[in-house]
Structure formats: structure tokens, C-alpha cells
């Protein structure tokens, strides 16, 4: 294809959509994004659905290529640790590194979403269309049709990219057209944010911390942010008898955090409007196979491959695959029919670990922080990393502050543990063997 003439179409100007954007610019490209919600940037935000972000390593890999990790840095709030909140006693901090100096990073969805698209739309040949709805694909010419609120429209690209979240609207269309299968596997678990605001003028809460308060079958989380308060979200199931539809009134839901979460009590004031008004979103795992149809469509981050949020990796692994496919077509001489099949099989089997993985952590921060025995575990892990460094690295370490595929993290966490399994047999058969021949020994005299 011509660079300069024929245009890539990214569909979804979200995170991944932006940045990708920024990295086609950068290789000559002509992109025209497109945005079924209005310009994000004009201040009309849905009520809600922020979750702050936790970009780590691979997030901001992606960002230092393009020059923008020191811009996007500036709002940032390092979180070195968990901050884990008992419903009795006092808070207890796990940090995340053997050193204690390692943080992944909390900042605003929406605040890193406009820098990108700034840094987009100020490159040569990008151009950004919103409150553009995709309605319509052919996936052998790249026609699109959107509604808008001045009707429907029709446009062309050489290549579609659909960066368009988990309920695509490209994806959709190639499923229509029978070019991908798809499963979603829900969770019977859903989202409602809560604000904690400044008190005093400063934060409410350590914001050197990702807190957290454990419940077993539900938890909640709460992120700092730069104006000083905090966004706080339940994760609770959808339904039964301690799901987010049994408190119904004011006094029910006073009642409710009063006795599961009675340290946020003072820290909410508004608490029962939030809770109220707030909505319920949804939690999930996407999988469709292929990512692509005849090098013409292809999807990028959760449009292929959505994860549940409970890793902090969701824009992190996206950005990775901005990465991973300007690699391919580096690789593949710009020959989109090669590189986006490449992608697909770079991609897959990572993408595949980090769902498991963030299903696994659910489990983890919902169940488990809180145990002794767990805290226990996390030291012990921790002191191997400091007696063994480079050669003992936590499942962690490996997914928040390096670049290692996510699918090696955990062929190498497994190898670590079979290998600690064989130390382990090995020290307490000698242990058997030493107190045998101290009981021989005894016998004799």
C-alpha cells in the first residue's frame, strides 16, 4: 500500500487505539481514528466507569518509544505495595518487590487516554472522527458505514484495526460475516466505583498503596489519585443475598459498610449517593480466533483478547501489543496480509496466560492477602529473590516490572517452584537421614 496516500482506519480511540495511532504516524502512515463516543477531551465523562489504571513495566515500554513515558509520568502515583484492610485492626502493608523500591503506578484512565490522543491527533496524517458509531464492515474491501448524529456515513481504508474494547463492534462484524469464532466468560462478579475524597486538604488514605479490603466472596480497592482523593471499587457478586441489588435503601447500605468496611465510613461522605447512582459494570474474559481476516481487519488488545482487571495488565498487555505489532511489521517489510497472522501468533498464547493469571489474582486479592499463611509465603518468596537475585523471580516481579512474555512468567515461575520442590525433598531427606543416624548412634551406646 501506499503510506502517504491510502489510509489505516483504527477503530476505537481509546488507550490502544491511540497509541497505536501514534506508532502508524511514526511509520509513515495516513490514520484516520474513529470514536463511536463524543471527544473525551470536551469533559463529558460517563459517571462510573474510570478505573484508574496501574501501569507498570510493559505500559511503560511502550510509551518511553514513542517519547511520552515522562509526560504520562507526571500525574502518576507509585504504589509500592498493598495496603490490606482488616474488618478489626489495623491495615498491614505487603510490598510488591523484594527491595521494597519497585511500584507500579496509579493514574487516571480518562487523563492518560487524552494524552495519547493529543499526541495522536498532533501528528502529521492523523486525523480523529467521534460520536462515529461502526455499524457496518465489509471485510474484503474495508468499506464502513458509522451512524452519526448527522446519519449514517460511509468510508474507505486499506487496512482496519479494531481497538475497540471488549464488546468490538469490529469484532461483531466479523463475526457476522463468519470470519471468527468468540467465547465470553463472564463473571458472576460486577463493578461499582466510590470516591474517597481529601480530608484536610491531603490524602485520606497511604497513597503510597493499593488498598485493599479482603471479604472473601467480594473485596474492594482503592487507587490514589493526583488531586488527592481516592477511587475506590467493589467488586461483589451480581447476585444472591450479598450482591449489589440486596441494598436497596439508605440505611441498608450505611448499615452494610458499617459492619464489612467500617474504616470507610468516616472517609465517604458521600457514600450512599455514590453507591445509588453509580453503575454496575461488568467483568470478563474475551477469546476469538482469528484476530484477523485476510490481512484487511485485524483487532488489537481487548477487542481480541479482554481480560478481568485483577492483574492491573489490561492497557498494559493492550500496549504490548502496539509494540509487538509494529515489531511484525517491521519484520514482514509493512506486508499487513504477513504481519497481522504474525501477530496473532506472537501474541496468543501470552495473551491467554495473563486472562488465567488475572483470574487466579482474583482469587488471590479476594481470598487469600489477608491469611498468615499467605503473608508468610510472600516473605519467604521475597527472601529467596534477595539471596537469589536474577535467578529467583516472583510470578509478580515478572509481570509487573519486566518485559517477559507473559507465557515464560509462567513456564519460569513453574520451574522455580519444581525446582524449590527438589531442594525441599532433598534438605529434609537428609534432615531424615541425620536424625536416623543420631537415633543408630544412640541405640548402640
Known sequence: MNREHDEIAVVGAGLAGCLLACFLARRGYRVALYERRPDPRTGRVERGRSINLALSERGLDALRRIGLDEQVMTDALPMRGRMIHPVAGEPQFQSYSASGDRAINSISRGALNNALLDAATALPGVRAAFDHRLVGLDPATGEM??????????????????????????????????????????????????????????????????????????????????????????????????????????????????????????????????????????LGTVRCTPWQAAGKVGLLGDAAHAIVPFYGQGANCAF????????????????????????????????????????????????????????????????????????????????????????????RVRRQHQALGVVAAGAAALLVGAVGAAFGRGRRR
Request: net charge negative; glycine share 6%.
Open 145 to 282: 458505514t458509522f451512524e452519526t448524529p448527522q446519519g449514517k456515513v460511509t468510508a474507505n481504508a486499506e487496512v482496519v484495526l479494531g481497538t475497540d474494547g471488549a464488546g468490538s463492534a469490529v469484532r461483531g462484524q466479523l463475526l457476522a460475516n463468519g470470519l471468527l469464532d468468540e467465547s465470553l466468560d463472564f463473571l458472576d462478579y460486577g463493578y461499582k466505583e466510590l470516591t474517597i475524597p481529601p480530608m484536610g486538604g491531603d490524602f485520606a488514605l497511604d497513597p503510597d498503596a493499593l488498598h485493599i479490603w479482603p471479604r472473601g466472596t467480594s473485596m474492594m480497592i482503592a487507587l490514589p489519585n493526583p488531586d488527592r482523593s481516592f477511587t475506590c471499587t467493589l467488586f461483589w457478586p451480581t447476585h444472591g443475598t450479598s450482591a449489589f441489588a440486596s441494598l436497596g435503601s439508605p440505611a441498608a447500605i450505611q448499615r452494610h459498610f458499617a459492619e464489612h468496611y467500617p474504616d470507610l465510613i468516616p472517609l465517604a461522605p458521600n457514600l450512599v449517593d455514590d453507591y445509588q447512582h453509580n453503575p454496575v459494570g461488568v
Open 320 to 411: 504490548e501489543d502496539v509494540v509487538e505489532l509494529d515489531r511484525c511489521l517491521d519484520e514482514c517489510g509493512d506486508d499487513w496480509a504477513a504481519a497481522l497472522p504474525l501477530f496473532q501468533q506472537r501474541r496468543q498464547d501470552n495473551t491467554e496466560a495473563i486472562a488465567r493469571m488475572a483470574l487466579a489474582n482474583f482469587v488471590e486479592m479476594r481470598d487469600k492477602v489477608a491469611s498468615p499463611l499467605f503473608q508468610l509465603g510472600r516473605k519467604v518468596e521475597h527472601a529467596l529473590e534477595r539471596a537469589l537475585p536474577g535467578r529467583y523471580v516472583s510470578r509478580y516481579e515478572l509481570v509487573s516490572f519486566s518485559t517477559t512474555p507473559y507465557a515464560e512468567v509462567v513456564s
